[in-house]
């Protein structure tokens, strides 16, 4: 049998979900989703100067909204000191890592000297080999013993083979003078203990990984796959930042973006599979493979998105709609749908989720069953209403009563009672909208009347025949 895929997300939790770590998120969510895999939660929050609990609870809230469930409790790598500090002391044992006493000042001397010899800067211990008969007796870090000859290669399945001498890697520090690990030590440790078997994360960790390496093979431990994605630049190719707009994925649950469309988007912010754009879960966890993560940046395009986002919401499901809608309305801190108003969305639906974007817009669009009687008009709506006679609108009532309430014969009534009255349907139509919605978008007259019924179809006619504003 193979050996099953671990994948996991390691954000720090020092500010909100930011779209990047949401796809960094999201690719290893599908890679091992669409395995049989797992999808590991880390939380790395050993900088206690910049980790909050909040930004652990927005990162978690964020996740949740995009559905990107991961398997067991998030660990937390804080936690884990004790154990990382533990591997670096079987280092020390084995003779991969060394007591260095050098102090803040030797380390700067060292690195004017060369400087001004013109030879490389990075520090090189002299308590490397030193007896351990000399050690002086006083604060200490661990270094990790780097071979000063030959390379490291890290072979990434985005980036390809890339390869660091080694003589430009010093021999960097695990252990701190106060004994507590150092991050890096920490991220291979965490990954080889929760048996992550592929690294998929920004590409800014790319270097990281040629000295994570050293770590792995002073261990003799197996080096996971590494995958290692190219950021997400705005939609001018420079790279993102707040001057692009939203960059939280909270703020996009908040502005009505729907999860599926934003899980979609996303997986193509730098991943393809031939020309497919549209796609769902099921298949973009069977096609998502790391040789389809493009190799430079991808640019955000909003239009993209919006455009992606309304093909989810016209094939979603009424019942993942309205649920939806709700967590739209809270995250946006908008009131949230009465009863009555759900179950007035619930029969509108099939005339709402064609042609809207976001979910703003679809309440927009639901205004019509969101109201009640008397309607006011919005300005647009009072000035079509007196674009024909209002008499119009009081004939149609008898008409409407006697008719049996399908979409033909409310058609045929309508068109009959325009011709009646000298017009076209067409010319009909706006001051119809107007006196049913109180609004000039809308889905069309017939499904209005639809969903709304002959009663109360028939007072909002004759209350606007009557409406004075
Ligand atoms: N905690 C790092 C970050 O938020 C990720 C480290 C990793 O994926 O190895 O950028």
Known sequence: MSQQIVTRFAPSPTGYLHIGGART?????LYARGRGGKFLLRIEDTDHARSTPEATAAILRGLDWLGLDHDGEAVSQAAGAARHAEVAHQMLADGNAYKCFATQDEIETFRETARAENRSTLFQSPWRDADPATFPDRPYVVRLRTPTEGVTVIRDEVQGDVTIRNDQLDDMVLLRSD???VYMLAVVVDDHDMGVTHVIRGDDHLNNAARQIGIYTAMGWDIPVWAHIPLIHGPDGKKLSKR???LGVEEYQAMGYPAAGMRNYLARLGWSHGNDEFFNDSQAREWFDLSGINKSPARLDFKKLENLCGQHIAVASDAALLHELQAYLAAAEKSPLSEA?????ERALYCLKDRVKIYPELIEKAHFVLTSTP????EKAAKMLDSVSRGILLALTPQLQNASWTRDELEAVLNRVAEENGTKFGKLAGPLRAALAGRTVTP???DMMLV?????????LSQAAAYEG
């Open 25 to 29: 998120a999201l690719f290893n969510w």
């Open 444 to 446: 069309s007259v017939f």
């Open 452 to 460: 709304l019924g002959r009663d109360e179809s028939i007072l909002r």
């Open 244 to 246: 692009h707009g939203a």
């Open 179 to 181: 004994g507590t690990p």
């Open 375 to 378: 309607l006011s008009m919005d």
């Open 341 to 345: 108003q759900a179950r007035g969305i």
